[in-house]
């Protein structure tokens, strides 16, 4: 990730939502003490959750939340990335496309019929993708929502010009650095953890739960071992594509080389144990 040019002042961040629930902006908001620390730091220039003021670009630091599904949010998107030095992404719905993107596996058209009274009105595109489809991105914080330990270590690496320090390591190894029993060997509990990207701090292994993919997979997942082992687990083929049809549905990670996805998957948040 590289900052660009030298700034003169304090360095501005603009926080920006597209298609989401506001959760990892609120994240951002949730940092209490290190918020404070931080607008010391920087200039937010335009982040609409905290604040109506609003300052002209271009901005030094931009962070996007949320999917792009509309084709207005296609245009707006390209206008954000270019009054932006450094943009990161942040969460599944920016990074992945979110549980919104299990649009990508039915028809979208259907859909509008059925939600809206009148659905010629509604302008909406037939999938959910994330940001780095559309634009350049410099970096992708994973998460839903998103961790606030690793949201300050990506703004405070931007600060000081350096790559950020988050790992691309699985679920697995929090639950070593916790020295937490593993679930799915112990309890025979399904987890999502051996392909998981890292970050939440293994919370659900961490109350003898199993993880469900929350932070979405990891680089080099083995996806086809994993799920012969949710089957040994006692996972149905159909209870399996359920819980990887959650937060980061459409992620490549977590799509089956074997099956197509159900056309009309449903919404709904399966946890492993539960399947």
Known sequence: MSTGDPVSGPPTLAVWKFAS??????????????????????????FLEASS?????????????????????VQRIRRVRE???????????????GIQALRNFGDAAEFRSV????????????????????????????????????????IGAF?????????????CTECKRRGLTCVMVADGTP????VTHAGCGA?????????????????????PALIGQLHTCGMSPRAVDLVLSTFNAAAPGFARPETARPETVRPETVRPETA
């Open 191 to 194: 987890c999502l953890g051996p």
């Open 115 to 154: 939600v809206y009274a009148s659905p010629q009105y509604i302008d909406t595109l037939a999938t959910s993708t994330a940001i780095s489809a559309h634009v350049p991105v410099d970096f992708e914080l994973r998460g839903c929502p998103i961790d606030k330990r690793q949201l300050i270590e990506v």
């Open 53 to 73: 003021e609003v300052l002209p670009g271009p901005y030094d630091l931009s962070l996007v939340e949320g999917s792009i599904s509309t084709p207005g949010d």
């Open 159 to 171: 600060l000081v010009g350096r790559k950020p320090d988050i790992p691309d390591t699985s679920v």
């Open 21 to 46: 629930c506001d959760g990892c902006q609120l994240t951002l908001l949730d940092c209490e003490d290190e918020l404070l620390t931080l607008a010391g730091q920087v200039r937010i220039a335009h």
């Open 203 to 223: 919370l659900c292994p961490a109350v003898r739960r199993g993880c469900y993919g929350c932070f979405g997979p990891m680089s080099g997942a083995n996806l």
């Open 83 to 97: 009054q932006s030095k450094v943009l990161i992404t942040i969460g599944a719905c920016a990074t992945a496309g």
